[in-house]
Structure formats: structure tokens, C-alpha cells
């Protein structure tokens, strides 16, 4: 494998059906062989920690709830879901090609199909006015921003075995996600999802506080769960070849909207901050409290334009301060 390419779980493992598959483990010995298609983003480490992350922290309510997996990819997260024991689960992918290999990998791990995978945009069947609120939705998205003209140009005159929407334009994607999550969540229901600092995450929540606010005047508060650091990985050859230019988007990202990482050696290496959201709507502030379930409760509900000054019991995002380092 070329270096900077991603090699999430473990190595590739013996063909089945004559189609390359590698393994995802997650904690508490959770693993499920998955194809690697071209067109399907191959998990790697910030997915593998997000699944870690469910591992250790879902709850019990969530699993009896009803569960969306957005951007599903190969489909770990919402097989990883299941294993826990959630019993309805939804999964959407932008990308046609993820949601059929995620389909086959939920039917070669469990022997049938109990996950509604949807070929929809961020919501299910959002594009048909579908709408459906959940408990719990996780979302890994993409995680750099839409690429700069001289990146697109470059990128245009090579082929492609992923499609740009898996790793990039984060920036809509996360701001059109937070726009609609109070139409999806259902009373006391919770978001988690895995932010890559690149994007400049205190730039996205402080665009949805101010010129793309969330529908029906409501809140998003936000509040940081864990943060990893990772080097930096190109997912695929075309991304590697055009190396100088990404690096080049990311270093004018730091001055444009304070994406934060740093370097070792020749390595970017970038946080990923597991986030959880809520919402409030302005005529139900008693739908408040039973989010909360520990004395920390007014931390974790602080909307994100106060945790900037929170004292240390809140983690704080990535964001204009420099970080250590
Ligand atoms: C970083 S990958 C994560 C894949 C998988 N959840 C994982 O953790 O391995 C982001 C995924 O989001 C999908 N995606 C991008 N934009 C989307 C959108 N508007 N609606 C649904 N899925 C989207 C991509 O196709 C890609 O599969």
C-alpha cells in the first residue's frame, strides 16, 4: 500500500466471492470483514474511533431507539450498530456504489438485511420529502472542505475511484446537516459526530450561529466528547498525486478559517473531535434537562458559542486558539 494511503482495520484478508475484503475490529472484539470497492471509502482510523467511541458510550435507550447512520460508507457504523444490539437502524449514502457494498457487507456479516440503507442525501429519502426524526444519528463526515479551483482543475484530468464528495465539500455538507438536524431528531434525541480539525470546526458552528442557522430558530449546542490525533492520510493515489496543492488548501485553511493541526517531521497530523449535538427549539426550553444525565448537564448543554469561554471541565474544539504541540 503507498504511504498516506489508509489502511483501516486490518490488512487485507483472503478474497471472498473473489472480491478483496479487510477486517474492521473495533473494541470489545466487534469485527466485520468488508469489500473494498472502488467508490466506497474504506474505514479508517477516525472511523475505527468513532465506532470505539459507540462502543463504550451508547446507551441502552438509544439501541431500543431508532438509529441513522449518515454517510455510511462501507456500512461499519451501522453493522457495528447492530452488533450492539440496535434493532432499527437506518444508513444513507451520497454515494450509490457505498450503499449496495454496505448492503453486501450487512448480508455477508449477519446472513440478512435488517439495516433501510438509503441512496439519499444526508436525510433519508430527504429528496422525496421523506421525513422520519431519530434518536440517535452518528455521521462521520467528510472532512476537508470543498477543494480550491486549482485542486479541482487538477484533479478533473484524473480518474477517479472515489468520488470527491467522500472526503471532501465537509464544509455544505456539515452546514446543510446542522441546518435540518431539528427536523430529524426526535424529542431528547442526540447527534455524535466525528469533526476533522482541517475543516475549522469553530468556523462551521459559528457560520450555523449566524448566516446558516438551523430551521425553526432553533439551538444547536455542541459539546466535544474526545479528541485523537492522526497523521494525515491521502485515501487514494489521485488525492496523493496532487499532494502540494491539498497541503497548499489546508495552509490557507489555517488564516481563512483557522483549520488547525500541526506538523511532525513531513506529516500534517490532524484532531479528530468526537462531538456530540443536541437541539433546542425556542418554545420547548424544558426539553432541556432530561438530555443531561450527570451533574455535568449545563456543560454539556452549553451552545458552542459560549464553551469558547467555558472553564476546563467542558474539552474544547479545536478552533482559533493555537493548540500545544
Ligand atoms: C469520511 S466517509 C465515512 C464513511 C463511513 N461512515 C466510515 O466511517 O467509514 C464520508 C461518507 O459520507 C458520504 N457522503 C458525503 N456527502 C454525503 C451526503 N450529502 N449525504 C450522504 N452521504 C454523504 C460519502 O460518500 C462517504 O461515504
Not at 109 to 128: K, Q, R
Not at 141 to 161: D, I, Q, V
Not at 214 to 236: G, K, Q, S
Request: hydrophobic residues 40%; negative net charge.
Amino acid at each position: 500500500m503507498a504511504e498516506g494511503l489508509p489502511g483501516g482495520g486490518e490488512a487485507a484478508a483472503a478474497s471472498v466471492a473473489g472480491c478483496e475484503t479487510y477486517d474492521a475490529c473495533f473494541d470489545l472484539g466487534h469485527r466485520f470483514r468488508l469489500f473494498d470497492r472502488p467508490g466506497t471509502f474504506r474505514v479508517s482510523q477516525a472511523g475505527l474511533a468513532l465506532g470505539d467511541h459507540l462502543v463504550r458510550n451508547v446507551r441502552e435507550s438509544e439501541l431500543a431507539g431508532r438509529i441513522l447512520d449518515i454517510g455510511t460508507g462501507s456500512g461499519a457504523i451501522a453493522l457495528l450498530l447492530r452488533a450492539l444490539g440496535a434493532t432499527s437502524i437506518a444508513a444513507t449514502d451520497i454515494s450509490a456504489s457505498a450503499v449496495s457494498t454496505a448492503r453486501q457487507n450487512e448480508l455477508e456479516n449477519f446472513g440478512d438485511s435488517v439495516i433501510d440503507f438509503w441512496h439519499s442525501d444526508l436525510f433519508p429519502g430527504a429528496e422525496a420529502g421523506h421525513r422520519e426524526r431519530f434518536d440517535l444519528i452518528v455521521f462521520n463526515p467528510p472532512g476537508w472542505r470543498s477543494p480550491s479551483e486549482l485542486l479541482k482543475a487538477e484533479l478533473a484530468a484524473k480518474r477517479h475511484s472515489l468520488d470527491l464528495e467522500a472526503m471532501f465539500y465537509g464544509d455544505s455538507v456539515l452546514l446543510r446537516f446542522l441546518k435540518h438536524l431539528p427536523e430529524h431528531l426526535a424529542q431528547n434525541g442526540r447527534a455524535i459526530i466525528g469533526l476533522n480539525s482541517l475543516i475549522g470546526i469553530a468556523d462551521i458552528f459559528g457560520r450555523s450561529r449566524s448566516t446558516d442557522r438551523p430551521v425553526n430558530d432553533a439551538t444547536i449546542h455542541a459539546r466535544l466528547l474526545e479528541r485523537h490525533e492522526f497523521p494525515l492520510l491521502f485515501y487514494t493515489e489521485e488525492w496523493l498525486q496532487v499532494r502540494s496543492s491539498l497541503l497548499a488548501q489546508f495552509e490557507q485553511g489555517r488564516h481563512d478559517y483557522a483549520a488547525t493541526y500541526v506538523t511532525k517531521g513531513n506529516t500534517i497530523h490532524w484532531f479528530y473531535e468526537i462531538t456530540e449535538v443536541t437541539v433546542t427549539e425556542p418554545a420547548t426550553p424544558s426539553l432541556v434537562s432530561p438530555i443531561g444525565d450527570h451533574a455535568a448537564a449545563s456543560a454539556r448543554l452549553l451552545p458552542f458559542a459560549e464553551m469558547a469561554a467555558a472553564p476546563a471541565r467542558a474539552l474544547q474544539h479545536s478552533g482559533p486558539e493555537p493548540l500545544a504541540g
